[in-house]
């Protein structure tokens, strides 16, 4: 495992403050329930964060205000430097999202399914097939570009979708627990293959779990979140953390997701 800074360009896209991602003092409630509440959080440009915590502790309400597809009832989130519920338009192209459903359209094949993105960000034909046919061959999937969802495996469908998030050149990847359907072998592989992705182009991610295990592969830095979504542990792994380190830390995640 890499350190969070390698990899790591210059400067963020549109931020004065450095962080691709912040979170400051952000509450979020459904009529009485709070399910946020004052959350600080950055993300800098390159970090591959794993958001870990038991379910219900509020990991996809953060990634729908990361992802504009909800809005903090108080705080100030901000993505890029704007604010993503606001300017929702503004990050076409700029945000890729990969969900736990694959979320293909059975009626395209999976180099179709792949274009579709880049249909939106209206590239040329040829350059959306070229583009699309590249990130399949990358994650795995040379030879079956003109197969239909149907004929894939679970695992070869999600691949698809990922190619599609890669493919838009996007540099912010979210990731709402894409392999937890997934058999662990699988997943294993596939999360591993994804971090490497990440890192090769230079990407920041976003990645939720509900798995220690996949915390440890995935991140460079792992956020471990206690209902209602507030940070209990926010630890940077490096290549030179060892296996006795590494199951030190594994044993304060497991006591705070225990409480
Ligand atoms: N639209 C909503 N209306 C009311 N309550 C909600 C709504 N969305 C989420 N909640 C509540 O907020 C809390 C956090 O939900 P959230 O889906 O963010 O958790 P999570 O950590 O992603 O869970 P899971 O791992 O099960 O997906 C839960 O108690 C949930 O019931």
Same mark, same amino acid.
């Given at each position: ?175 709402? @627990?894409? +392999?937890?359907?997934? !058999?662990? /072998?699988?997943?294993? #592989?596939?999360?591993? &293959?994804? $971090?490497?992705?990440? *890192? ?13 295990? @996949?915390? +440890?592969?995935?991140? !460079?830095? /792992?956020?471990?979140? #206690?209902?209602?979504? &507030?940070? $209990?542990?926010?630890? *940077? ?13 594994? @044993? ?8």
């Amino acid at each position: 495992m890499r350190t969070a800074e390698t990899n790591v360009p210059a400067a963020p896209i549109g931020d004065p403050n450095g962080a691709t991602i912040r979170f400051q003092n952000v509450r979020k409630s459904f009529g009485q329930f709070v399910a946020v509440d004052g959350l600080n959080l950055d993300v800098q440009q390159g970090q591959l964060v794993a958001l870990l915590g038991k379910t219900g502790c509020g990991k996809s309400t953060i990634f729908n205000m990361i992802s504009g597809l909800t809005s903090a009832t108080e705080g100030e989130v901000s993505v890029m430097g704007q604010n993503p519920f606001e300017r929702f338009n503004w990050y076409r192209g700029k945000m890729a999202i990969v969900f736990q459903n694959d979320r293909l359209l059975p009626w395209r094949t999976a180099v179709r399914n792949v274009e579709l993105g880049l249909e939106v960000l209206e590239l040329p034909k040829a350059e959306r097939k070229e583009r699309a046919m590249q990130w399949l061959e990358k994650l795995g999937l040379k030879g079956h570009e003109h197969d239909y969802p149907h004929a894939l495996s679970g695992g070869m469908r999600q691949r698809v979708s990922i190619a599609r998030a890669f493919a838009t050149d996007a540099p912010l990847l979210l990731c709402d @627990e894409p +392999f937890s359907a997934l !058999d662990e /072998i699988t997943s294993t #592989r596939l999360r591993t &293959e994804f $971090a490497r992705l990440v *890192r090769e182009n230079g990407k920041t991610a976003v990645f939720i779990t509900h798995s220690i295990n @996949e915390a +440890f592969d995935i991140g !460079d830095r /792992i956020i471990v979140l #206690r209902r209602p979504a &507030e940070i $209990a542990q926010d630890i *940077r792994m490096s290549a030179d953390v060892g296996e006795e380190e590494r199951e030190r830390i594994r @044993e304060i995640i497991r006591t705070s997701l225990s409480h």
